[in-house]
């Protein structure tokens, strides 16, 4: 299991509204993504490192959020439940896309006889990248606890955790980042 | 050791991601990818009951004058029922659109299939349904409206790799068609029940099966009692005898193709061509060439031809319709023009499909230098091509992203 308590995307969809609701639940649903696209697609970029794929697990976990609004809206937190969709959709892609395509690593790439804008990778991602090679929860509560600027409780609200694991798992995420080799390369409290 | 504290880590991260660009909130596309799920949950309720409604309804017939061999009773089933409408008191849409679409499924020789229709043209551009075993080797069947009286395509996969044994067949009926029954050479039958499957904006009555080695001997086709068409397939469909016209070539008995194992075989003539076009061109060591694309009948077609200011060739690869890849693409190799007495270079075309994000790859070659290409449209779907020297080879691949973000590389 990735979390203390995962649901994956919405299992249990709408049920119970009719097609007359369907105006205002667009016009509903439209302000809140609105107001968080922005910052669900950094999330998942810091999650997923890849700014395509960022904005794919990001329409689908607002997508399945839609499919689900009834319950989305009345959930006492609205924004963690879609953060925890987005969390662990990016989760599964990220696992299924290094499973089926060999990592890159930018210091294999060819001497190109043209520009490569890959070359630029290494010198913007290292603490995206560090905080990639971090288990699925410390990548997600780093994110959420350090650049979302979360409360534990509220983290884990988004995760389905007990705040107690959360800050445990801050304190082994933020270990393991001082330990990181390619932080400690680039001088990593520059 | 980095002496990274939380505070350090909140301003970097706050640093690198937060002027990150974010487009425009897709709103609409997400509520119609959500409307979508929500669809398909239904559908897949729905198709819960209808599959126990056909378990119930098979019961009798299993048991009447139908009779395959136990084996046979899982070779061939046409697994999935569309409802024709969702319960009015949820008002949900009445006719959701299958993307996907599973219209037969069943084991032959221990191996699971499935045929299903899928758009495989590039997310964005023109819709082009095809039929697919088991998500890869497909065939574009005519979606054109208006087939009356019966069978309206009939497509046979004889030659499937991994599987001698084995072929597949699939079939477009017309609306009124009810149920069908195929007689088999080895004297077994079977009894299938089209299902209409909604593609590209068309609703398509379909049915398939899987038959073994020895062929198919008539398909039939109902209208409740009443036979709206028999077909023969001749036999030398079944015995690996199979060739195509050329691409661009209709009806030329010299130019014929070899059967290729994973492309289908229409049993009437269908147009040579669904989308054609030029991939690329270029000059090397004074030769013109060109690569092109045919999509038809005979599958995925690439066509190259050369000039070098005395004499013309043209070769043909074909390989099986498949989906984009998930990935960055895919390169496969052929001859582009051979080596001869007068033609002492030859050269070495690469072909093959682009990943829905790829905007590029970079091709390493085997004397160390790079070279880039980028994909080509053709009938919605995008391509990549090359050509090469005879002596050079492609060593590796890396694909990027509009954003120029590596994505895969092989």
């Known amino acids: 299991m990735l979390f203390c308590d995962v649901t994956g995307e919405v299992a249990i969809l709408d049920t119970t509204e009719t097609s007359q609701a369907e105006p205002s639940r667009q016009q509903e649903f439209g302000q809140f993504m609105t107001a968080r696209w922005p910052g669900l697609v950094r999330l998942a970029y810091g999650l997923t490192g890849d700014r395509w794929l960022a904005e794919d697990v990001a329409q689908a976990a607002l997508a399945s959020a839609y499919a689900a609004w009834w319950r989305v809206r009345r959930a006492e937190d609205p924004d963690?439940?879609?953060?925890?969709?987005?969390?662990?959709?990016?989760?599964?892609?990220?696992?299924?896309?290094?499973?089926?395509?060999?990592?890159?690593?930018?210091?294999?790439?060819?001497?190109?006889?043209v520009a490569d804008p890959a070359e630029l990778i290494g010198e913007r991602s290292v603490l995206l990248a560090a905080v990639r090679q971090l288990p699925a929860r410390q990548r997600a509560i780093v994110l959420l606890r350090y650049w979302d600027d979360l409360s534990d409780a509220q983290v884990a609200a988004a995760l389905g955790c007990s705040p107690g694991t959360v800050r445990s798992q801050a304190s082994r995420a933020l270990a393991k980042l001082r330990d990181s080799a390619a932080l400690a390369d680039r001088g990593g409290s520059q | 050791m980095t002496g990274i504290d939380e505070q350090t880590l909140s301003r970097r991260l706050h640093q690198e991601l937060d002027p990150l660009p974010a487009p425009p909130a897709p709103v609409g596309a997400v509520i119609r990818r959500g409307a979508a799920r929500r669809a398909r949950h239904w559908m897949a309720t729905a198709s819960g009951l209808a599959a126990a409604a056909a378990v119930a309804a098979a019961v009798p017939l299993l048991a009447g004058r139908v009779q395959p061999a136990a084996h046979l009773g899982r070779d061939v089933r046409a697994s999935h029922t569309v409802p024709s409408a969702t319960t009015g008191s949820t008002g949900r849409p009445a006719a959701p659109v299958l993307t996907g679409s599973t219209f037969a499924a069943g084991t032959a020789a221990g191996r699971p299939w499935r045929l299903s229709v899928r758009n495989i043209a590039d997310p964005g551009a023109r819709c082009l349904p095809a039929i697919l075993l088991n998500a890869t080797d497909g065939y574009l069947p005519p979606t054109g409206a208006g087939v009356a009286g019966g069978i309206a395509s009939l497509a046979f996969l004889t030659s499937v790799p991994g599987q001698p044994a084995t072929g597949y067949a699939a079939l477009r009926v017309s609306p009124d068609v009810t149920r069908l029954t195929v007689g088999l050479r080895d004297g077994r039958t079977l009894a299938l029940h089209p299902v209409?499957?909604?593609?590209?904006?068309?609703?398509?009555?379909?049915?398939?099966?899987?038959?073994?080695?020895?062929?198919?001997?008539?398909?039939?086709?109902?209208?409740?009692?009443?036979?709206?068409?028999?077909?023969?397939?001749?036999?030398?469909?079944?015995?690996?005898?199979?060739?195509?016209?050329?691409?661009?070539?209709?009806?030329?008995?010299?130019?014929?193709?070899?059967?290729?194992?994973?492309?289908?075989?229409?049993?009437?003539?269908?147009?040579?061509?669904?989308?054609?076009?030029?991939?690329?061109?270029?000059?090397?060591?004074?030769?013109?060439?060109?690569?092109?694309?045919?999509?038809?009948?005979?599958?995925?077609?690439?066509?190259?031809?050369?000039?070098?200011?005395?004499?013309?060739?043209?070769?043909?690869?074909?390989?099986?319709?498949?989906?984009?890849?998930?990935g960055a693409g895919t390169l496969q190799r052929f001859v582009l023009q051979q080596r001869t007495l007068h033609q002492h270079t030859g050269l070495t075309g690469y072909a093959g499909l682009a990943g829905p994000r790829t905007a590029y790859l970079v091709a390493r070659l085997s004397d160390g230098r790079s070279v880039r290409v980028r994909p080509a449209q053709a009938g919605g779907r995008r391509y990549l091509a090359l050509a090469l020297p005879a002596g050079l080879t492609v060593t590796g691949v890396t694909g990027y992203d509009r954003a120029g973000q590596p994505i895969a590389r092989w």
């Open chain 2, 196 to 326: 209409p499957v909604q593609a590209c904006g068309r609703r398509l009555p379909l049915a398939g099966f899987s038959y073994p080695q020895s062929g198919v001997a008539t398909i039939t086709a109902y209208a409740g009692a009443q036979v709206l068409a028999r077909v023969t397939p001749p036999a030398s469909l079944f015995t690996g005898a199979g060739h195509y016209a050329a691409p661009g070539t209709p009806g030329s008995a010299g130019s014929t193709l070899r059967l290729v194992p994973g492309v289908w075989q229409q049993l009437w003539r269908t147009p040579s061509a669904v989308a054609s076009g030029l991939l690329a061109s270029g000059r090397l060591d004074g030769t013109q060439w060109r690569i092109s694309v045919q999509l038809g009948a005979a599958g995925d077609c690439f066509v190259g031809a050369t000039f070098d200011g005395h004499a013309a060739t043209q070769a043909t690869d074909c390989v099986p319709i498949v989906p984009p890849p998930a």
């Open chain 1, 80 to 113: 963690a439940y879609v953060r925890r969709i987005l969390i662990n959709i990016s989760h599964r892609r990220f696992r299924r896309r290094r499973v089926a395509e060999q990592a890159h690593e930018p210091a294999d790439l060819p001497d190109a006889a």
